[in-house]
């Protein structure tokens, strides 16, 4: 009889066959664990239909949300607030009380104030004041709600828009169209709950972070489309291959999934089915939702799409048409705001540009989603990560730097007041003096509008329920309807 040496059996028995085969493997822990946290936390999941629609802890108002994010940090001193003050006092130094404790992402000190050279006026019953650069915003000031004393903690781009899309400065945690794919799922079965657009001459700081779905499950992370052709690459089938071809091919990885999912336990394989089932379907559905030419002559006009031609007007049209098809959560981005002065990035010349390139769009999408009777359970939300400073910029040209003591935002339908005005800042914009709402407020009554207490939609990870909103954040109940 021929006895293995001991060795040799210690040998065959490496750390990936214990972690694989013993009862408290790494993936046992891990589909234990999220077994436990589904049976425990208010969102129950089922993990072989993660997307599956659900209900919050009470009826929403909001049932979508499409968030056009203006990654840069607009001047809302040169948009959406009127500053006489400013103006007289343009060149002057700054208060000395006002500056104290500040602190600036590149202002050195030597810096002066600088009224805006733009030209304002008052629109709608609600008075709202808007610069000459967005005209087509006089349409919809009477449809939205304005947000004119935001402020944030964090005056770096990339930090700045990890805190504003996911309650945090640093990479990992899930972004807040995450949690709303966590806690609803989705209507669509044949595209993803959170569908990701960008536009401009770059990505935004931070790149795919801010989608991310951190310690979610990854089936709630953002998907990003492209703006023209096929949103993803290699969608199509190969040339040669048939539809029945390629469903048994599916079939075939799903079943040598399921075999390692019974073999290691690990949750995320059910995941990889997942998105193989729905790449399968998006083959289909995706292709027709970019056809955005079955649109009338009429709607393009009104978004000022352009054919052929990918832009932010195109994200805002594709954004409407995600909505109409059930997907949860659209996040477009549009870069760049960020107008510090300088040759490619200054108020004289690049703000006007960047302006055009969103204004009209922005508006007919409000307008569009409420002609269609979908704006009163879709939420709109227009923001940057921060503001930007009362002081120019020593530069090249003219700019402004990042300020994160006071910024406006504007939110239409999902359950927000139209035409109302929450909060006001002091006469040269430095801080907010009435209606101050912080990031984690903003995210609070997001949630709140989606049907949820911030304070309840957690989910536990290392030890610890997580939630948006950490430990911090109240609803802006003024502005809700």
């Not at 779905?213 to 992370?221: A, N, R, V, W």
Request: charged share 25%; hydrophobic share 35%.
């Amino acid at each position: 009889m021929n006895i293995p040496h001991p060795d040799s059996i210690l040998q065959d028995a490496t750390r990936r066959h214990f972690f694989q085969n013993c009862g408290v493997g790494i993936g046992s822990l891990a589909l234990s664990q999220l077994i436990a946290s589904e049976a425990s936390a208010e969102v129950k999941v089922d993990p072989k239909s993660p997307l599956a629609p659900r209900q919050g802890h009470f009826p929403g108002k909001a049932k979508n949300v499409i968030f056009l994010f203006m990654a840069g940090g607009p001047s809302q001193l040169d948009l959406f607030e009127d500053k006489p003050k400013l103006r007289e006092l343009n060149g002057k130094t700054p208060p000395e009380s006002l500056m104290a404790g500040k602190r600036f992402a590149f202002l050195k000190g030597n810096e002066t104030l600088l009224g805006t050279k733009y030209k304002f006026g008052r629109y709608g019953d609600c008075g709202m004041e808007l610069s000459e650069l967005i005209p087509h915003h006089q349409k919809i000031v009477d449809e939205v709600c304005w947000l004119r004393g935001m402020t944030t903690d964090v005056f770096n781009h990339g930090p700045a828009k990890l805190f504003m899309n996911t309650g945090f400065q640093a990479p990992g945690r899930p972004s807040l169209g995450s949690w709303a794919t966590y806690g609803l799922g989705s209507k669509s079965q044949d595209l993803p709950g959170f569908v990701v657009l960008q536009s401009g001459p770059r990505g935004p700081r931070a790149g795919a972070s801010l989608w991310s779905s951190g310690f979610l499950p990854t089936s709630y992370q953002g998907v990003p489309f492209r703006g023209q052709g096929d949103p993803i690459l290699h969608l199509r089938s190969p040339e040669g291959i048939s539809r029945t071809s390629e469903r048994f091919f599916y079939d075939a990885v799903a079943a040598l999934n399921q075999e390692r999912l019974k073999a290691s336990q690990d949750a995320e394989i059910l995941t990889r089915i997942n998105a193989y089932e729905m790449a399968f379907r998006m083959q289909t559905s995706a292709r027709e939702l970019m056809e955005v030419g079955q649109e009338t002559d009429e709607t393009l006009g009104l978004y000022g799409v352009e054919t052929g031609k990918p832009s932010f007007a195109r994200n805002c049209l594709l954004a409407r048409r995600l909505v109409e098809r059930g997907v949860r959560f659209v996040q477009l981005y549009h870069t760049n705001w960020d107008h510090h002065g300088g040759p490619t990035e200054n108020l004289d010349k690049h703000l006007p540009e960047v302006s055009r390139e969103i204004d009209q769009a922005s508006t007919a999408l409000v307008l569009d989603l409420k002609r269609r009777g979908l704006l009163d359970d879709t939420l709109v939300i227009w923001s940057g990560e921060f503001g930007r400073t009362p002081m120019g910029e020593v530069r090249e040209n003219l700019g402004r730097d990042h300020h994160v003591d006071a910024f406006t935002l504007w939110m239409a339908g999902g359950g927000v007041k139209k035409g109302f005005i929450h909060g006001e800042t002091d006469e040269l914009g430095f801080g907010v003096t009435q209606g101050k709402v912080h990031v984690h407020d903003l995210h609070a009554t997001i949630m709140h509008l989606l049907g949820f207490d911030h304070e309840r939609l957690t989910y536990r990870f290392q030890g610890r329920d997580f939630r948006l909103t950490d430990v911090h954040g109240h609803v802006v109940k003024e502005i809700l309807a």
